[in-house]
């Protein structure tokens, strides 16, 4: 694998390696704590797995981590899962993520952006006003350390403000996008029990306004545990009976006040994308995302205060969660709300010109739909501030990075990065001072000890295996809400390899130290004992300009055949003939291997996704085996169900 692209599509220059301040913090870390001067980044990694509660106690200090009661060590339990980190310290995130407002209080904090794309700031010390205010009218209702707060939003300032007004008073925070479904929602939320919803009455996407008071009224009834609803006039409408003004909460100038909690007290609940049944409720500690973000934001994405951090999302991502710690940075943070392709696919391109965007974030399925629509970033928009592209949500293919490197600049640092809801954070991707590979994640990050391991747990280089972590991350979950015995949060990640994470991704790492991900293993494509990611084939396949969007899954037949259809989402005008079917198994065939060829081609109407757009291959493959569509999928994670039926029959007719 790593004699595949031997020269490199980017590299940094030799100014910008001496101004990351990954090295700058190399080197501070050399002379404070014995971190290897030379070696560059592989050196620096090797120590920080090798020295785990050296690096994290260096990390602190970097970044100046404010505890209020200090530790007794940084880890006091390294058990997998169960570990203890930084035992007897307290601290609060919310007091972190506000510290700019000391220094630059006019300056902006967050860029509001919706469909019409005029930027709003919001100031450092209005933020901070906003919070103080909050989290003193929280307390006044009740809300105590461990209560959970909730919020039915989109990506837009308050629900920053509520975020982290909850994190200030100790709170849990919780939430969902607008766009989820009554039943998606309490899917979530019912599991958790908030006292607090915050909500607007509706949203705007796809340039229409959307009202979502019928469903804001059946979240109400079915969460008995509220003890207050905060209403947003997002649309103009007034609060419904019962409800809270938003603006009412936040009108005073209150200095917050910062509830100091243990490190590992929750900070917010995140959910899986429960496709196969209830989501995974996963809890994240205060401290633990603290210092992970410190890390990942402020030296893989060399951020600081002079940068401003756009990445797409919404509020039922773990990447909006992400995007709010570019505060801890002292980052001016750019929050779009809206549809990523309105009113044209270059959208999101215009976003970042217009909020001058340093590192501009969003998925490699957005990426690949701006190369099929034939869009000119660079061409049609001032781009100079961009330093940085990065993707997720899916590997993001060499025809990606070489569209990026051509469409947008030559000189452009693309970072794959690749992690999970689980850790809120990147186990691989970026790092400014090394070289860019095409379809090539850069490295593994600090800290975390990433391997690719064989059925046996034997190290691999240079060849497909499971993704797994052999030490603990201060951000993986501190447990799963209601799993008493934490019992479901063992058997998500350390059943396979005990005292191991195992996180359900194929990834080959390669003799250079760079990472290549090749899809879900839990849905893996496995002919005559060849193991194959999915990722490779919707890569190939989607080439073509007549193929909009793929999806490959492989059944074990009970006469120990095996079965590999592809199904196929044609763009416009596009028809599945013999002609196109032939190229599709040549374009496979010669860029894969004859073993990656499917069995049957097959045209749908669309390609069902999570509610995050990722594809989901294991319900349809449970669909294909026969398994009744209510025990195949939950419903509320899907995004469009009636696809679902396609595949259904599918199953039924095939002989």
Not at 299 to 313: A, K, N, Q, V
Not at 441 to 460: F, R
Request: glycine share 8%.
């Amino acid at each position: 694998m790593s004699t595949v692209n031997p020269q490199p599509l980017w590299q940094p220059t030799a100014e910008r390696i001496a101004e990351a301040r990954i090295t700058r913090f190399q080197a501070w870390a050399a002379e404070h704590h014995g971190a290897p001067a030379d070696g560059g980044y592989a050196a620096l990694h090797r120590w920080s797995v090798e020295e785990l509660e050296t690096f994290w106690k260096a990390v602190t200090e970097w970044f100046d981590v404010r505890f209020t009661t200090p530790y007794e060590r940084v880890l006091g339990d390294r058990s997998m899962p169960g570990a203890q980190w930084f035992p007897g310290a307290t601290l609060n995130y919310a007091e972190h993520a506000l510290r700019a407002a000391d220094s630059r209080a006019d300056e902006p904090a967050l860029l509001h952006v919706d469909e019409t794309h005029d930027p709003r700031p919001v100031t450092w010390a209005d933020l901070r006003r906003q919070v103080g205010s909050l989290a003193a009218e929280l307390r006044a209702l009740g809300v105590r350390p461990g209560d959970r707060v909730s919020g039915y939003l989109p990506n837009i300032p308050e629900a920053v403000v509520a975020l982290l007004a909850t994190a200030a008073v100790g709170g849990v925070w919780t939430s969902c996008a607008p766009d989820f479904g009554a039943r998606s929602v309490l899917d979530r939320f019912q599991q958790v029990e908030p006292v607090v919803l915050f909500t607007v009455d509706g949203y705007r996407y796809g340039g229409k306004e959307h009202d979502r008071r019928e469903i804001v009224a059946e979240l109400r009834r079915e969460l008995p545990t509220l003890r207050a609803v905060v209403h947003i006039p997002l649309l103009g409408t007034d609060a419904p009976d019962g409800a809270l003004e938003w603006s009412a909460l936040t009108a005073a100038d209150t200095a917050p006040v910062f509830e100091q909690v243990p490190f590992d007290h929750p900070l917010w609940v995140l959910y899986s994308s429960g496709t196969t049944g209830l989501p995974k409720a996963i809890v994240q500690s205060q401290g633990g995302i603290l210092v992970e973000h410190l890390k990942q934001l402020g030296l893989h994405c060399d951020l600081g205060p002079e940068d401003r951090f756009f990445w797409y999302t919404s509020t039922g991502w773990m990447m909006w969660n992400f995007l709010v710690s570019g505060l801890l940075t002292g980052t001016t943070v750019v929050l779009y709300d809206g549809s990523p392709g309105y009113p044209d696919t270059g959208a999101q391109w215009r976003i970042a010109e217009r909020t001058g965007a340093t590192l501009y974030g969003t998925s490699a399925a957005y990426v690949m739909a701006c190369r099929k629509a034939g869009v000119h970033p660079s061409r049609d928009h001032d781009l100079s501030a961009v330093k940085c592209v990065a993707t997720t949500g899916s590997p993001l293919p060499p025809d990606g990075f070489r569209w990026l490197h051509d469409e947008v600049r030559h000189d452009l640092w693309i970072a794959s990065v690749s992690g999970g809801t689980d850790v809120c954070s990147c186990f691989a991707g970026a790092v400014p001072t090394l070289p860019v590979h095409i379809g090539e994640l850069q490295a593994p990050c600090l800290g975390t000890d990433l391997q690719s391991w064989d059925p046996s747990g034997n190290p691999l280089t240079d060849e497909v295996g499971e993704l797994v972590v052999t030490n603990p991350m201060p951000s993986m979950p501190i447990h799963f809400w209601n799993d008493p015995d934490g019992s479901r949060y063992h058997d998500s990640y350390f059943d396979t390899y005990p005292g191991v994470w195992r996180h359900g991704d194929w990834i080959t790492l390669t003799a250079r130290g760079s990472v290549v991900i090749h899809g879900r293993s839990d849905s893996t494509l496995n002919r005559q004992g060849v193991r194959m990611g999915s990722a490779d084939i919707y890569e190939a396949v989607e080439r073509l300009p007549e193929i909009k969007e793929s999806l490959v899954v492989g059944i074990e037949q009970p006469d120990g055949g095996y079965w590999m259809p592809l199904f196929v989402h044609l763009a416009p005008g596009a028809t599945l003939d013999d002609d196109l079917t032939d190229r599709i198994r040549k374009t496979i065939r010669t860029q894969l291997s004859p073993r990656h060829v499917p069995d049957e081609i097959i045209e749908v109407p669309g390609i069902p996704h999570t509610l995050t757009g990722k594809r989901i291959e294991v319900p349809v493959k449970r669909l294909l085996q026969g398994t009744p569509l209510e025990k195949a999928v939950n419903p509320g994670s899907i995004d469009n169900l009636d696809l679902l039926a396609h595949y259904q029959e599918v199953a039924r007719t095939r002989p």
